[in-house]
């Protein structure tokens, strides 16, 4: 690669090394995450580490030609309203207008002059879940930014693989940044990202995902492999809570993660180290596979989603919800 676009990877690694450890310190702002019926944690945690995240990485970006202006500029919105959310909590409804306001303005860019509205519509519903799955699923120490530092890293490979140095810088810097900050965020954790950094990255990973597939570098099953550990927990008890009337915005403990944590006693570390494990699999099939046909790949997601399908099946029944 370029020593310019290596250089970038580095200073987002430096620069979230050195806010995240003036976050933990509090020497910038202080914000607590205090615990309640609901939490994981047993004591204050600052939130917001996720500004350390979303700083490296704008930075970072900004000696890497070609960043567009309106992923820079989404990044910069998403991470802004959170950022406000974390501090005093704004309705769902506000976050998900503008959440869903930023994801169709950048899909509709890339998708709608060539392919027309109903798939500008389809995958702007696609980024805006994404958005929000990543943020459900930022609720154990070092869970998220570990699956954001092996996805973004995978995604920056594949682009190598397919020669788009300045792509995988792009990857490569949001990897670095989350790389940093999981350095303070594994268990025990001594900060959170927060909104502000589970929103952004929730974006990320799915305006990346579109722009790569654009970009003729992958087809749309690589992002969703790669990913599948967290859009298929995600997804699926989304699903069981619409079929059980239960109010999805509001706070729970059912996700399988959460579930691995607390009543499988598997803890923090376990569930985040399991979860790596399950994302380096699905990575390495992605990426083992980038260049096959249409087919072969949809072949594989449906065999691995199918696996997903039959675990999940299996653990329900020998750990049962709220057993």
């Known amino acids: 690669m370029n020593d310019n676009l290596v250089a970038a990877s580095l200073i987002a690694f430096g620069l979230s090394c050195v806010l995240s450890w003036l976050l933990v310190r509090e020497k910038i702002f202080k914000v607590l995450d205090y615990p309640n019926t609901r939490s994981m944690h047993a004591f204050p945690v600052p939130r917001t580490g996720g500004v350390a995240i979303?700083?490296?990485?704008?930075?970072?970006?900004?000696?890497?030609?070609?960043?567009?202006?309106?992923?820079?500029?989404?990044?910069?919105?998403?991470?802004?309203?959170?950022?406000?959310?974390?501090?005093?909590?704004?309705?769902?409804?506000?976050?998900?207008?503008?959440?869903?306001?930023?994801?169709?303005?950048?899909?509709?860019?890339?998708?709608?002059?060539?392919?027309?509205?109903?798939?500008?519509?389809?995958?702007?519903?696609?980024?805006?879940?994404?958005?929000?799955?990543?943020?459900?699923?930022?609720?154990?120490?070092?869970?998220?930014?570990?699956?954001?530092?092996?996805?973004?890293?995978?995604?920056?490979?594949?682009?190598?693989?397919?020669?788009?140095?300045?792509?995988?810088?792009?990857?490569?810097?949001?990897?670095?940044?989350?790389?940093?900050?999981?350095?303070?965020?594994?268990?025990?954790?001594?900060?959170?990202?927060?909104?502000?950094?589970?929103?952004?990255?929730?974006?990320?990973?799915?305006?990346?995902?579109?722009?790569?597939?654009?970009?003729?570098?992958?087809?749309?099953?690589?992002?969703?492999?790669?990913?599948?550990?967290?859009?298929?927990?995600?997804?699926?008890?989304?699903?069981?809570?619409?079929?059980?009337g239960e109010r999805i915005w509001h706070a729970h403990r059912d996700h399988y993660y959460q579930r691995l944590v607390l009543s499988s006693g598997w803890g923090h570390r376990n569930t985040a180290l399991f979860a790596y494990g399950l994302m380096f699999t699905a990575s390495a099939i992605a990426l083992s596979v980038i260049s096959q046909d249409w087919e072969r790949q949809g072949m594989i997601v449906v065999t691995v989603y199918g696996a997903y399908l039959v675990a999940m099946l299996v653990y329900d029944y020998r750990q049962p919800v709220n057993s």
């Open 54 to 244: 979303v700083i490296s990485i704008l930075s970072s970006w900004l000696i890497i030609p070609s960043v567009p202006l309106l992923l820079w500029a989404g990044v910069a919105l998403m991470a802004l309203i959170s950022f406000i959310d974390d501090i005093r909590p704004l309705p769902v409804w506000f976050r998900l207008v503008f959440h869903s306001m930023i994801a169709w303005m950048y899909v509709a860019s890339l998708l709608y002059l060539p392919y027309g509205g109903f798939l500008t519509f389809i995958v702007g519903l696609a980024l805006i879940w994404m958005i929000n799955l990543f943020n459900f699923m930022d609720g154990s120490d070092g869970l998220a930014a570990g699956m954001a530092l092996i996805g973004f890293g995978a995604y920056g490979l594949g682009a190598l693989q397919m020669a788009d140095e300045i792509f995988a810088a792009v990857n490569f810097c949001i990897a670095g940044s989350t790389a940093a900050f999981l350095l303070f965020n594994f268990h025990p954790a001594r900060i959170f990202m927060g909104d502000v950094g589970s929103i952004p990255l929730g974006f990320l990973v799915g305006a990346l995902g579109v722009y790569g597939w654009l970009n003729g570098l992958w087809l749309p099953w690589f992002p969703l492999l790669i990913f599948s550990p967290f859009i298929v927990d995600a997804s699926a008890t989304l699903i069981k809570r619409l079929c059980k």
